[in-house]
């Protein structure tokens, strides 16, 4: 189980910054203005491979021990989805994604009063999370279809780590977009 976890660990490594290079060559390409890409290496290889590789095959299972299909599969892949995409994305990734993003822009200081951080990055969250979110359930609810019914349980995380080099790049464009809004809104009288 350490090696998987530390596989895991280097594929979200380095989805992050395959992403970030993705980003940045379509920032440069005039695609958008300043494009974040921000995600902890951890919430795509160690916390995945729990929910995904522990907690999901052991509470919502889609094959018995015999490995024949579950009697609940389809509803279970279902509700994995549904707990992928609207508890986990908008209570933990998201707001994770912008508490990482305050403390990066507001450089040492962030470290020095970490409550401010995390009240600055609330602020912004709870004003922008539908937007951000809607990206994120585009992207993912037809992955996670497949990622659910299709992949087996060993091959889930590398699999959504590949598909997040793309996602990410989506949701680097949507955050540039929402900094374009913020600064129109500080501008106006």
């Not at 491979?49 to 999901?56: E, H, L, V």
């Not at 009697?71 to 892949?77: C, G, R, S």
């Not at 908008?90 to 990482?100: D, E, G, N, R």
């Not at 600055?120 to 979110?133: I, K, L, N, T």
Request: contains cysteine; positive net charge.
């Amino acid at each position: 189980m350490r090696d998987d976890v530390g596989r895991c660990k280097r594929s979200g490594l380095m989805h992050h910054l395959a992403s970030d290079f993705g980003a940045e060559a379509i920032r440069r390409h005039g695609q958008g203005g300043c494009i974040w890409h921000v995600e902890h290496p951890l919430y795509c290889g160690a916390f995945l491979f729990f929910i995904y590789g522990r907690a999901f095959p052991r509470l919502l299972p889609t094959l018995t021990a015999k490995g024949l299909p579950h009697p609940q599969q389809k509803a279970n892949i279902v509700k994995m989805v549904l707990i992928d995409n609207f508890i986990m994305t908008p209570c933990f990734f998201m707001p994770s994604y912008y508490l990482i993003k305050s403390a990066l822009e507001g450089g040492f200081e962030s470290f020095r009063s970490p409550g401010v951080t995390a009240k600055h990055a609330w602020q912004r969250y709870s004003v922008e999370w539908f937007d951000a979110c809607k990206v994120v359930w585009a992207c993912w609810i037809p992955i996670h279809l497949v990622t659910f019914s299709i992949m087996p349980v060993h091959w889930r995380v590398p699999f959504t780590s590949a598909m997040s080099l793309f996602t990410m790049m989506l949701n680097s464009l949507q955050q540039s977009n929402l900094e374009g809004k913020r600064a129109q809104l500080k501008d106006e009288p």
